[in-house]
């Protein structure tokens, strides 16, 4: 049965953005968890934005529910998340290609030599750590050489598709790709484009660990509340 992980950046970049001060993102995740979310997720930037130090250092101290630490790789962001501890770690390989809150994308060509370092820095700690890949077979190859735990799979290009044949290809081409992952011995989860219309397929693909949901999330809480739209989606991915 895959786990739920709930990004709560949403709420962050509200707090942030609109300058909404009530729009409290560890508040968000005490009522994730009451909603039956498995899993908090925290995508970090340089500078913190959306969130805060304090954000993070609240979390780990409040909230029952395991942390993930979601950032593309720098000497500041991975001491920051050693002296938090999270329980697990998701790099971002490549160059930040924009800012958005969900489905973050990378530029470039994946450095594998300071990559390999700053997984072995992290698995040092006894850390779960991950990368975020496309659904290509050979960035899954590449996680797994540099002793990754698990891959975490983007899937905002489903959104993409056009058409049931083209939307089929590309769930079935991802199923395939998760069975290999899986034989490879990496952990699966997935991001990027999940809502409440796609959720129970996505987590019915392979073995997936977790599933994370954001905006989606955010947006019905906006109608019915926080704890009730984890709860909801919690029903899709269990």
């Known amino acids: 049965m895959a786990k739920l992980g709930v990004n709560i950046e949403p709420v962050a970049v509200l707090r942030d953005r609109g300058k909404i001060p009530e729009a409290d993102p560890v508040t968000s995740a005490l009522l994730a968890d009451l909603g039956g979310a498995d899993l908090i997720v925290c995508p970090l930037r340089e500078g913190f934005h959306p969130f805060t130090e304090k954000d993070i250092r609240l979390l780990r101290t409040l909230v029952r529910l395991p942390i993930e630490l979601h950032f593309f790789?720098?000497?500041?962001?991975?001491?920051?998340?050693?002296?938090?501890?999270?329980?697990?770690?998701?790099?971002?390989?490549?160059?930040?290609?924009?800012?958005?809150?969900?489905?973050?994308?990378?530029?470039?060509?994946?450095?594998?030599?300071?990559?390999?370092?700053?997984?072995?820095?992290?698995?040092?700690?006894?850390?779960?750590?991950?990368?975020?890949?496309?659904?290509?077979?050979?960035?899954?190859?590449?996680?797994?050489?540099?002793?990754?735990?698990?891959?975490?799979?983007?899937?905002?290009?489903?959104?993409?598709?056009?058409?049931?044949?083209?939307?089929?290809?590309?769930?079935?081409?991802?199923?395939?790709?998760?069975?290999?992952a899986s034989k490879m011995n990496l952990g699966i989860a997935v991001e990027g484009g999940v809502d409440y219309h796609n959720a129970a397929e996505i987590a019915s693909l392979g073995k997936i660990h977790h599933v994370v949901a954001g905006g989606a999330v955010f947006a019905r809480a906006l109608c019915v509340g926080m704890e009730q739209a984890v709860r909801d989606m919690a029903g899709l991915v269990h």
């Not at 930040?96 to 994308?105: T, Y």
């Open 73 to 180: 790789p720098s000497d500041a962001l991975v001491g920051f998340a050693a002296s938090v501890a999270p329980d697990m770690i998701t790099l971002i390989p490549g160059k930040p290609a924009d800012s958005s809150s969900e489905g973050v994308k990378a530029e470039g060509l994946w450095n594998l030599e300071d990559l390999g370092k700053i997984i072995r820095e992290i698995r040092s700690q006894d850390r779960r750590v991950g990368l975020v890949v496309e659904p290509e077979m050979p960035q899954v190859k590449s996680a797994a050489s540099l002793g990754a735990d698990y891959v975490k799979f983007s899937l905002s290009r489903l959104g993409e598709t056009r058409g049931t044949a083209e939307r089929s290809e590309y769930m079935e081409s991802t199923a395939s790709i998760m069975i290999a």
